[in-house]
T-cell receptor, first 113, second 114 residues
Framework: AQSVTQPDIHITVSEGASLELRCNYS??????LFWYVQSPGQGLQLLLK??????LVQGIKGFEAEFKRSQSSFNLRKPSVHWSDAAEYFC???????????FGTGTRLLVSP | DSGVTQTPKHLITATGQRVTLRCSPR?????VYWYQQSLDQGLQFLIQ???????AKGNILERFSAQQFPDLHSELNLSSLELGDSALYFC?????????????FGSGTRLTVV
């Protein structure tokens, strides 16, 4: 069965600084990988997804993620963080033949002025 | 607006009671997924319906049940409620029967059991 690890529970970044959120997955074949963002009191919004092809994926709100098979990672990046990016970020993995997505425990991003 | 509609947004009820959460999927989506989000358990998959039939079951308690109706809306029934059932309940939908291509979430129902 697939699984996802987000090693950082909280991350604080200064506004304007770069951001990298870590995600490691466990799955034997090529996974389907996702990043979702959840603002307080809101549902989860899809930021980006990777199925195949180019390992660098562009998403909404200026986010990107890179799939690295050798490291089983799918880290989320943003070159310059805005205060409105403060939220909780979830990495998720899916796989062919599996109905559900499996989510990591999330990383809460705090943005300092 | 994601296109997935969940009602009610908030629900406060007493232990031992029964509640029904409702979800209307995005137009054209045939699958509905239910997730429970709590502080200690994170996002837990409960159950999936595809075009009216149960497709996958996760960590859903026997006190909980769900169904998907011919118009594709879904209801999650929670009975004999306990304090520990307090959580955010999300519904998500997708076009196909497999979630591996990702799905769209509703804004959730916050259930508080007192």
């Amino acid at each position: 069965a697939q699984s996802v690890t987000q090693p950082d529970i909280h991350i604080t970044v200064s506004e304007g600084a770069s951001l990298e959120l870590r995600c490691n997955y466990s799955y034997g074949a090529t996974p389907y990988l996702f990043w979702y963002v959840q603002s307080p009191g809101q549902g989860l919004q899809l930021l980006l997804k990777y199925f195949s092809g180019d390992t660098l994926v562009q998403g909404i709100k200026g986010f990107e993620a890179e799939f690295k098979r050798s490291q089983s990672s799918f880290n989320l990046r943003k070159p310059s963080v805005h205060w409105s990016d403060a939220a909780e970020y979830f990495c998720a993995v899916g796989a062919t033949g599996f109905q559900k997505l499996v989510f990591g425990t999330g990383t809460r991003l705090l943005v300092s002025p | 607006d994601s296109g997935v509609t969940q009602t009610p947004k908030h629900l406060i009820t007493a232990t031992g009671q029964r509640v029904t959460l409702r979800c209307s999927p995005r137009s054209g989506d045939l699958s509905v997924y239910w997730y429970q989000q709590s502080l200690d358990q994170g996002l837990q998959f409960l159950i999936q319906y595809y075009n009216g039939e149960e497709r996958a079951k996760g960590n859903i308690l026997e006190r909980f049940s769900a169904q998907q109706f011919p118009d594709l809306h879904s209801e999650l029934n929670l009975s004999s409620l306990e304090l520990g059932d307090s959580a955010l309940y999300f519904c998500a939908s997708s076009v196909g029967g497999q979630g591996n291509y990702g799905y769209t979430f509703g804004s959730g129902t916050r259930l508080t059991v007192v």
